[in-house]
């Protein structure tokens, strides 16, 4: 390759990079010139061969630039192949070191979640969950915080079906998980006492995609009898780690 053709992909990536990052959804040529020190001539050039890729597109009203479909198919694919445990596990660390509780992380398989990563406190009395065991979601705060976040037909179909208990505690009933489901979404959160496991409390929140949708569940769960205080002050901590995992997979609610 030439150092000519190397350098046009380059002005190319540059223009690109610009965009994204202007904060402005349409561009000028003046404006791309301006802000990369490049004749309007090379911007002209760049426009054409990015516009010609559907990597951007020209406004026929204004004449200004802006982003194309190739564009976002490109930014999808990447948000489709990020590795959610690899980009959650320091924010399990410092969710666990903030609360001095067990942060977990959960991924749904079907209709039930199964723990693949988890945090524990440095003190004497913790909760531990078991990684890759299938729970039912509907059974505990990490689960309620999936079934929540699906669509109301994926909802319904799931509440159609007989739902058997885990402990005493699991909600079964479909008329109550309904209108816990509803308060689950306006808070953002689930919480459970002695649902999944005895002796357990939980609050859980859903990390949401690009689309919306759950990609993965994070809680933060100790003892019962010691978490029903520190509830509030664990939920206020796993909202603020959830908003920023969603924002990074590209959630913008």
Same mark, same amino acid.
């Given at each position: 390759?030439?150092?000519q053709?190397?350098?046009t992909v380059e002005?190319a990536?540059?223009?690109l990079?610009?965009f $994204?990052?202007?904060g402005?959804?349409?561009?000028?040529?003046?404006?791309i010139?301006?802000?990369?020190?490049?004749?309007?001539?090379a911007v002209?050039r760049?426009?054409?061969?990015l516009?010609?890729r559907?990597?951007?597109?020209i406004?026929e009203e204004?004449?200004?630039y802006?982003?194309?479909?190739?564009?976002?198919?490109l930014?999808l $694919?990447y948000?489709?192949?990020?590795?959610?445990?690899?980009i959650?596990?320091?924010e399990?660390?410092?969710?666990?070191?903030?609360?001095h509780?067990?942060?977990?992380?959960?991924?749904r398989t079907?209709?039930?979640?199964?723990?693949i990563?988890?945090?524990t406190?440095?003190?004497?009395?913790?909760?531990s969950?078991?990684l890759g065991?299938p729970?039912?979601l509907h059974?505990?705060g990490?689960s309620?915080?999936f079934?929540?976040f699906?669509?109301?037909e994926e909802?319904?179909t799931?509440l159609?079906?007989?739902?058997?208990?885990?402990?005493p505690?699991t909600v079964t009933?479909?008329?109550?998980?309904?209108?816990e489901?509803?308060l689950i979404r306006?808070r953002?959160?689930?919480?459970?006492?002695?649902?999944?496991q005895?002796?357990?409390a939980?609050v859980a929140a859903?990390?949401?995609?690009?689309?919306?949708?759950?990609?993965?569940?994070?809680?933060?769960c100790?003892?019962?009898e010691r978490?029903?205080?520190?509830?509030d002050?664990?939920? $206020?901590?796993?909202?603020e780690?959830?908003d920023?995992?969603?924002?990074?997979?590209?959630?913008r609610g």
């Open positions: 390759m030439s150092s053709t190397v350098a002005r990536a540059d223009v990079v610009y $994204a990052e202007s402005t959804s349409t561009l000028g040529v003046t404006e010139a301006d802000g990369l020190g490049m004749s309007k001539a002209h760049v426009l054409a061969s516009r010609s559907g990597l951007v597109e406004d204004s004449r200004r802006r982003l194309g479909l190739t564009a976002m198919r930014g $694919a948000l489709d192949r990020i590795d959610v445990r690899r959650a596990g320091p399990l660390t410092g969710l666990s070191a903030r609360t509780e067990t942060a977990t992380l959960s991924i079907g209709t039930s979640r199964v723990y990563d988890q945090v406190p440095p003190r004497e009395v913790i909760m969950v078991s065991v729970y039912p059974a505990g990490s309620k915080a079934l929540a699906l669509t109301e909802i319904s799931y159609e079906k007989p739902l058997d208990p885990v402990t505690g009933d479909p008329g109550r998980l309904r209108v489901l509803s306006r953002g959160y689930a919480m459970s006492i002695n649902e999944r005895r002796g357990a939980s859903p990390v949401l995609d690009h689309h919306g949708m759950p990609a993965a569940v994070i809680s933060v100790g003892p019962a978490f029903v205080g520190e509830a002050a664990c939920a $206020a901590a796993l909202l780690t959830t920023q995992l969603s924002a990074r997979l590209g959630y």
